[in-house]
């Protein structure tokens, strides 16, 4: 799944620049020989990076070119994974987690206050082109559900009222911090750490004093 379809305005041409034509060949060079196919992941990556945050058709064809593969094939891959995107996104790319963890934890309550702030729904982008929105499945943080990820970066425990909190931060071009918006350290429980409470240091003074 996509952040939508493939957008019908084009650039006539993509060509990587020469920092990440270097990056292209190193990522190849980490496959045995025969084998750079493999580093079609992180050409694409690279690619969308490059041209704000999505891939034209034309690096599709630079891609295929540069690895040896029929641009269908390159495609394929594209369109199979939501981390690619094939058409313009906001500059603040929001991807709201809808699987089971994040849904007993509140993701509707999350969907809703983007829903509300922002005017758009899945796949969509506000008007001035600020924010879009896509719905996906499983983040990989479930421990620490809800969670939106805003272009590289995980905001855990929401609500909604933290995530209206978030959006308006970032509609000024103020990012928070990443990480949990409760104030948790990693996967701790809500309300605080129960185990492993004290440091080797404190462990050892107390050892000393007896």
């Known amino acids: 799944m996509t952040a939508g379809p493939i957008a019908a305005e084009q650039p006539a041409t ?24 493999s580093a079609v992941m992180g050409l694409l990556d690279l690619a969308q990076r490059q041209h704000d945050n999505w891939i034209p ?4 064809d630079v891609i295929g070119e540069k690895l040896g593969m029929a641009p269908i094939r390159v495609l ?6 939501s981390m ?7 500059a603040y790319y929001l991807q709201a987690c809808r699987t089971t963890p994040c849904w007993l934890r509140g993701s509707d309550s999350v969907i809703k206050a983007i829903k509300d702030r922002l005017g758009i729904a899945n796949k969509g982008m506000s008007a001035d082109g600020k924010f879009s929105l ?9 421990a620490n559900a809800p969670i939106l990820q805003v272009n590289d970066d995980f ?36 309300p605080g750490a129960t185990s492993l ?9 107390a050892a000393g004093e007896d």
């Not at 058709?57 to 599709?60: D, F, G, P, Q, S």
Request: hydrophobic share 40%.
């Open 76 to 81: 394929e891959v594209a369109t199979f994974y």
């Open 134 to 142: 896509l719905e996906v499945e499983c983040l990989g943080a479930c």
């Open 57 to 60: 058709m034309a690096a599709i």
């Open 14 to 37: 993509f060509a990587f620049t020469p920092e990440n034509l270097e990056k292209a060949d190193a990522l190849i060079a980490k496959y045995p020989a025969g084998r750079g196919q």
């Open 155 to 190: 905001y855990e425990d929401l609500d909604y009222d933290k995530t209206v909190s978030l959006l308006d931060a970032l509609a000024r071009d103020e990012v928070p911090t990443p990480g949990s918006m409760a104030g948790r350290t990693g996967a701790m429980p809500a």
């Open 84 to 90: 690619y995107n094939l058409a313009p996104v906001g």
């Open 197 to 205: 409470t004290e440091t080797a240091g404190q462990e050892t003074s």
